[in-house]
């Protein structure tokens, strides 16, 4: 048996809602085909890398530090390892519940697929499912150091009013049509900086990776948007 919790939030977990003011600024044509190709590449493909993911201080700063091992296959479903912690995040793909697992806590919380979504989570956008030139005015920056040289930084807002986030970052490889790094910024100050190395595209991976068995006697939390 498991003990059941539901809970009615909206935007907890570096939540995106993409109810946004429309922005006139457009990318330069350059960017806007790299930006397509990207999102060509990431609804066709499966993916596996490591991540590294830094909470950072208002000032910039690293709080904490997490890192595992990300694998992404479409259409949008996920599977995150958190080797630093033992966590688990799986996402099943579009319409279907998103769970993550905490081990220490032997606590499951069940994201609706209401909220398991673009307009819930920007780290779907990894999974392909989106589109960031429709739902995103986007521009080129220089955030920081890249994490490698030639890579382009590009600093996207959302185009509607009633975002639970203020913008998000991308740094990719235009080489390799390749998303190294996202960082969220949310509307409460907080900011959330993941970084991807050791990207493999089409590794072939199972589709056991994506399904998730609750345990017996977890404690369960139902998030709903």
Same mark, same amino acid.
Request: charged content about 25%; some cysteine.
């Given at each position: ?28 044509? !350059?960017?806007? =085909?790299?930006?397509?190709? %990207? /999102? ?6 499966? *993916?596996?890398?490591?991540? #590294? $993911? ?75 499912? !989106?589109?960031? =030139?429709?739902?995103?005015? %986007? /521009? ?6 890249? *994490?490698?040289?030639?890579? #382009? $930084? ?72």
């Amino acid at each position: 048996m498991w003990n059941v919790r539901r809970l009615d939030i909206l935007g907890t977990i570096a939540t995106v809602c993409f109810l946004a003011t429309p922005q006139q600024q457009e990318p330069a044509p !350059g960017v806007r =085909l790299l930006i397509e190709r %990207i /999102q060509d590449k990431y609804q066709q493909t499966e *993916l596996q890398a490591r991540f #590294v $993911q830094n909470r950072l201080s208002r000032l910039g700063r690293v709080i904490t530090t997490v890192e595992g091992d990300l694998y992404i296959s479409t259409p949008g479903r996920m599977r995150w390892e958190y080797s630093t912690n033992d966590q688990l995040l799986i996402a099943g793909g579009p319409g279907r519940e998103m769970y993550l697992y905490l081990p220490e806590d032997n606590q499951v919380q069940v994201m609706q697929p209401d909220f398991a979504n673009t307009s819930g989570m920007p780290i779907f956008y990894l999974s392909g499912r !989106g589109n960031l =030139l429709r739902d995103f005015s %986007i /521009q080129v920056v220089e955030w920081g150091a890249p *994490l490698r040289r030639g890579n #382009v $930084q590009l600093e996207l807002h959302p185009r509607r009013s009633g975002a639970s986030f203020e913008r998000l970052i991308l740094e990719v490889n235009p080489l390799q049509e390749m998303i190294v790094r996202l960082v969220i910024y949310d509307n409460l100050r907080n900011t959330l900086d993941y970084q991807f190395h050791d990207v493999q595209f089409d590794p072939g991976l199972s589709e056991e990776l994506f399904e998730f068995e609750i345990p017996e006697g977890a404690d369960v939390i139902f998030i709903e948007g």
